[in-house]
């Protein structure tokens, strides 16, 4: 499957979009304004401990503390791998400066979580400062190249000394001796700057960010199915070349200046993929379509045959379309990037066949994403129940807002309910206020409603012998409405 990446470059925004097959399966967003923070390191400071949580809260110079659970703190040295987790109060203390690391973006009114069991990722290989391990990533699964890689790496890590700790990527496949070695040796050159900048820098202050979108992408997706990288800033082009040349040999050549007179996310149609991927309902090809919400707690994904009917029986149907739901699901998951808890809410099918064929066509599909994912069976309510690791902000929360019509709710109170919330208002009003009359203010639609029930108003007027009058405003929200008295 051919694979390309496409890097559009502006001056407050910078975009990738991952293209396999002729369609874009992952998108990355990088505003000026709002940079992703996973993987930068921080010199913090510790602003509460919460024993009951087994957690602390630590200020790292952002909006919001940082959220430190024990789990991801440093285990004592010569305390077992297997041995029960020590209570957080005694591994810190409030006041205390650490260095820490981001694994999670803030997400919505939750702060970054932290760790302090840093991981330094190259091309090749991932460096643990603090951990005393050697591993391959289990996405290698040829055992003999596992086992060379193995041996390699246990050469080279007298490098590492005492900076132990390192994990071939699923890229060092096929890899050279000589480049992971140079791998190795700038993480080890990176990690002594880090030292260095942390022995000197303020509490709550970044000592290393990580690479800007664009070489932060070269790094992580630029594997041997990648076939070409374009950009479409000519500047951009050179900055990726040398990056490319010192520390991706080989793979400057694949970096092109796209000079074609389209926008490059105007090829293989990213732009609308990307306005498809932030409305709630996706159409199959075969008429059914899913249907996509997104909550604090999880997302959810119903699956409905809709205008599809098939054309032998209605078993057949449901399966076509649930097969078909299931790479649509994988993909829309990857473009979105959505993470967390997900249900997937497939056409209910009584064949245990049918169910254990979609159950492996998804797993089949997510073969393919990078993110950590469990996929469990069907449930005794038809349900699939999956997590899908979440590191940044999906694109939703990205590039939308929540509605200040509607307050995030997806629904809004019909014209009738608002003029019967008038009605009652107004009688309100009329008991509190001595007033001469009473002017509504509303928007025209709800105004129009209520002069063609005038009868209402008739009422109120005569029961509280008082003029009540409308005018029409065409800023008003549906929602919104004024009684004043005048």
Known sequence: MTTEILVNISPQETRV?????????????????????VGNVYKGVVKRVLPGMQAAFIDIGLDRTAFLHVADMRRPEGLAPDAPLPSVESLISEGQQLLVQIVKDPLGTKGARLT???????????????????GVSAKIEDET????????????????????????????????????????????????????????AKAGTMVHG???????????????????????????VENMRQFAR????????????????????????????????????????????????????????????GAFTGHRNLEETVLKTNLEAAQAIARQLRLRNLGGIIILDFIDMPSDDHRAQVLRALEREFARDKARIQIHPFSPLGLIEMTRKRTRESLGHLMTEVCPTCGGRGHIKTIETVCHDIARDVQRAARQYDAKSFLVLACPAVVEKLQEQ???????????????????????PQESFDVVPV
């Open 246 to 305: 010192d520390f991706l040999p080989g793979a400057d050549t694949l970096v092109e200046f796209h000079r074609g007179a389209a926008p490059i996310f105007d090829l293989y149609g990213v732009e609308d993929e990307i306005e498809r991927a932030l409305q709630r309902k996706v159409d199959l090809k075969s008429g059914g379509h899913l249907v996509i919400d997104q909550t604090e707690a999880m997302t959810t994904i119903d699956v409905n045959t």
């Open 210 to 236: 990580d690479l800007p979108l664009s070489m932060r992408i070269m790094r992580d997706l630029l594997g041997t199915t990648v076939e070409r990288v374009r950009v479409d800033s000519e500047g951009e």
């Open 17 to 37: 979009a991952l293209v396999e097959g002729g369609s874009a399966q992952e998108i990355f967003i990088q505003r000026a304004n709002r940079h992703g923070l």
């Open 145 to 200: 190249e596992r086992a060379r890689l193995k041996e390699i790496m246990d050469r080279l890590a007298p490098e590492l000394a005492p900076y132990w700790g390192v994990i071939a990527r699923t890229a060092a496949e096929a890899a050279t001796e000589e480049a992971i070695a140079q791998d190795m040796r700038f993480l080890v050159r990176l990690w002594k700057a880090i030292e260095e900048n942390a022995t000197t």
């Open 454 to 476: 005038s009868g209402g108003l008739a009422e109120l007027e005569a029961q509280f012998k008082r003029p009540i009058r409308l005018q029409a405003e065409a800023y008003y």
């Open 116 to 134: 302090t069991l840093i991981s330094l990722p190259a091309r090749y290989l991932v460096m643990l400062p603090f951990e005393m391990h050697v």
